[in-house]
């Protein structure tokens, strides 16, 4: 008598499709919770064209789609490796390094007008728009400071840009590291979840900027940056300077 085929429980389809499962979160990785909204507004819309009948009702449905998946695409927050040594400062966002140079920090967190080495990172549309901890420590200011919207690209923009700001005090230094995020173009929400008195590990999210946007490390007097204009960095995982 012939037995009855074998039923896959849950467990083994896990383990045969769990290298094509781990495949898909890699290239496809979970947004940023702030994404949520946006990615639910364009599958909303897409609900409400399939009820729709119509010319009106398939664009709308096509729009949709598309608006959720751009969304989806853009709040992307890829999983990253920090380099092992721990006195290096990793970079904050991904990106072009657009500057590498020397200038005062912000004057909102009272650090004085002595400049700083400063490396500048530029985010297009294209790129991971999350924020990560640069250095492990304590935050121990966070300040918002409004402005105007011109390029991010822009060397002004550190100063004329709507602008948040944290200084960590890296724990094993005691060094004060500062990271800018700074508002572009089409950018007009930055979200930092930072605030003074919290703890950051080296590489932890902390924030983002929404659609095109650049961010500024202020190093420590002395401290020599390790890249170059032009050289592509990416958050959680590029050495900017060792401390």
Known sequence: MA???RRADASGLSGEFGPFLDLI???LPAPH???YPFILGGLG???LGAIL???IGRTLRSLGLTAAAACAVFFRNPPRVAPDDLSLVIAPADGRVSLVDTAP???ELGLGDAPLPRVSIFLSVFDVHVQHAPVAGKVLAAEYRSG?????ERPEASENNERQSIVIEESATGKSVVVVQIAGLLARRIVCEAAPGSSLSRGDVYGLIRFGSRVDVYLPAGTKPLVKVGQRAVAGETALAAL
């Open 105 to 107: 920090p912000p004057a």
């Open 45 to 47: 819309a897409a609900g």
């Open 25 to 27: 979160k890699t290239t």
């Open 148 to 152: 105007s919207f011109t390029s991010a």
């Open 3 to 5: 037995l009855p085929p």
């Open 33 to 35: 919770p702030a994404g």
């Open 53 to 55: 009948p119509g010319r």
